[in-house]
């Protein structure tokens, strides 16, 4: 427990937060404002700091009122997120309201019969000219065997303060039963708490593997120094599907299905297992890249509206390229296990048309409308920006390596250079473009065309130079007529998305299709008309479309050519030159 942030003579914005009703879903939340203004404004945020989506939170409050002592106060709703409140006098001024939580994400408010979690974005109105005051939470009666965990300061049992309001919205709150763990790492305490898990589930791997990425994270950042929080939280929430993760200041809400964690008895990691790790590492690398370093053309953050920013290839795609770096570093996993993740981001990018059609800054730009937004058009407009970032960042890495430098000494310079502030282009351009010294021009221009342009990456011969060969696989019969698929109502065969410029797209196929047949024969998985079909021959294909059935003819491209949708993977060349194999050991490890 910590000492009281605020002196007593201080103002203070309280808020208490109750359960009203667990089978309905609804937090109670009331809210006391001394010494109002006249006309005394309140707002909800309409997103929340790190997810780039209006999600309009305000949606889930109803029997909103308030009150001066006994005095009724008259409440008028300015707009979707704001209201203005009639006060007299100084008399504290109470707001109540309920607030349906039913949203199992890492990004609102959940609240059944098992467990309980809010972001604050989600729950506290924000007393318009009063953000800067302190902000006390205090948690009202919770059902018996539930526990609290959040990295929020905590003054008294069930009370919390914050700072400032946008502190009280960074530290999200976990409640119910929960497996609770703890480790030192950097000289600083981080708790993990699980709720949802197997009885199978090893706890003491899953610390000691977090804790060998966040050491490893905090030498990165600081050598021999301490990171910029006094305690660190891992909320995770574990179900039967679904998984992300929110970056905060001092914690991350995490989410995975429970296949995902480690089981006793478990001599090897699973998939699954890797994934979640890597889900942490990418969280806590936030905690640096993105809370603090973060896009100075968002500053000041703006809770009542969109935030764009050209920047988040930066922010989230050079969190991605070290998000499985420092599992390799740390001995979670061996190099040909990283190349097969690293692997993924190629494929994923090189089977997107629209990496010809947007550019890294512009896919930045429009997440709160493009990315956010995904549709069966999307592969055909957008790039991903986690994913092409995170190759903008191996490349940026590659080509310093073979300068004497390295990414890792840019990022920590940058950390130094703003003390954790926020950061222009033109500077991290600039640090890149230094520390690679007489390859320093050749670099700007390269990293103007992989941030602004949409021509290929150089990622083969790139990868060469370092013992590591890039392989294009044989790809599946969607692959090469360029469609994603998922399971249909009926045929269990439907299409996702058609890739545009496709053999898919040129037969007439779209997004919602049942695919029935293959030259008359009944299929339940495309790849089985590959026992009779020639590479490259014209076959009829039997499709529904809004109970219209349909016979299409599809023409593939001829058996040389690259599929729309190819498979790469990555492997080590043993037989590359010392000098490749020398950059690849520096790199990789030995």
Known sequence: MTAALSPRNLKVVDYRVEVADLHAHQFRVTLTLPHPAPQQGFSLPVWIPGSYLVREFARHLSGISARQGRRAVALEQRDKTTWVAACEGPAALVVSYLVYAFDPSVRGAFLDAGRGFFNGSSLFLC????????????????????????AMAQTAPHVFEATDYDELIDHPLALGPFWRGSFEAGGVEHAFVVSGAWPSFD???????SRRICAAQIRFWHGRGKPPFARYVFLLHVSDSGSGGLEHRASTALGATRSELPRLGEAAGSDGYTNLLGLISHEYFHAWNVKRLRPRDTEPLHLGRENHSTLLWFFEGFTSYYDELF????GCIERAQYLRLLAKPITSVLGTPGRQVQSLAAASFDAWTKFYRADENTPNATVNYYAKGALVGLLCDLALRRHGATLDAVMAALWRQTAG??????????ALVDAAATGGPALRRELRAWVHGTAELPLAEYLRAFAVTLREEPASLAAVLGLKLSEGAFSGVQVKQVLRGSAAEAAGLAAGDELLAVDGWRIRRLDDARQWLQPGAAFELLTARDQRVATRRVVPPGPAASPAAPTFTLAAND???????????????G
């Open 127 to 150: 007393a318009e000219g009063r953000s800067a005051d302190v902000q006390r939470l205090t948690l009202g009666r919770l059902p018996k065997g539930w526990q609290v965990a959040t």
């Open 203 to 209: 706890g003491e791997r899953l610390l000691a593997d």
């Open 327 to 330: 599992l390799l570093r740390t």
């Open 421 to 430: 502030g926020p950061l222009a282009e033109t500077q991290i351009f600039d």
């Open 575 to 589: 037989a590359a030159d010392a000098g490749a194999l020398a950059l690849r050991r520096a790199w990789l490890g």
